[in-house]
């Protein structure tokens, strides 16, 4: 059985930063790729950013030169750095991660979600 576990976000004051980050644990062939969502209440989930190929990298517009995406391929982990936090960056962040298993198809995880809240 594959998951992704999520530790801990947490309270911020705006201009702050926080640092996410995600473990992809299990029957692991390899992870195609890996990103951030995020939702807030009332809102649909959206994209912050993700990495495919270790390299490729994809932000959303509201987070460009602020969060940053990375991976630890050896530990199967990706991080969030999200620097210069605004009160609208408040959200529940999910982890996502493409995985092809060694027995079982490939799928598509999602972690639990951590709370990062902003104040202002």
């Known amino acids: 059985q594959v998951q992704l576990v999520e530790p801990g976000g947490g309270l911020v004051q705006a201009g702050g930063s926080l640092r996410l980050s995600c473990a992809a644990s299990?029957?692991?062939?390899?992870?195609?790729?890996m990103a951030w969502y995020r939702q807030a209440p009332g809102k649909q989930r959206e994209l912050v950013a993700a990495?495919?190929?270790?390299?490729?990298?994809n932000y959303a517009d509201s987070v460009k030169g602020r969060f940053t995406i990375s991976t630890n391929n050896t530990k199967n982990m990706v991080y969030l750095q999200m620097n210069s936090l605004k009160p609208e960056d408040s959200a529940v962040y999910y982890c996502?991660?493409?995985?092809?298993?060694?027995?079982?198809?490939?799928?598509?995880?999602w972690g639990q979600g951590t709370q990062v809240t902003v104040s202002s």
């Open positions: 996502n991660a493409g995985i092809t298993q060694w027995y079982g198809p490939s799928t598509s995880l």
């Open positions: 299990g029957s692991i062939f390899r992870i195609n790729n």
């Open positions: 990495i495919s190929s270790g390299t490729t990298t």
